[in-house]
């Protein structure tokens, strides 16, 4: 018996991936493409991720008198 698995056309398509929607929304959000940024989190949302982004913390920088 062959260890190969059967690789469907569903199980093969890109806009069901949540791993192509997430470097595609990385991708918009790196080049300040919000509306694209926007259809991959809508699209991530449909398979049931969700994702959130927190604000960058400042680094405080200390005097070292």
């Known amino acids: 018996m062959s260890d190969h ?3 469907s056309d569903a199980a ?3 806009e069901d991936s949540p791993t192509a929607w997430f470097v ?7 080049a300040n ?9 809508r699209e991530l ?4 991720v969700r994702v959130r ?3 960058r913390r400042r ?3 200390r005097d070292a008198r």
């Not at 595609?24 to 790196?30: F, G, P, Q, S, V």
């Not at 493409?33 to 989190?41: I, K, L, N, S, T």
């Not at 949302?45 to 049931?48: A, H, M, N, T």
């Open 24 to 30: 595609a929304l990385e991708t918009a959000r790196r």
């Open 33 to 41: 493409d919000f509306e694209g940024a926007a259809a991959a989190v």
């Open 5 to 7: 698995r059967d690789r």
């Open 12 to 14: 093969r398509r890109a």
């Open 45 to 48: 949302e449909r398979l049931g």
């Open 59 to 61: 680094k405080v920088v």
């Open 53 to 55: 982004y927190a604000p």
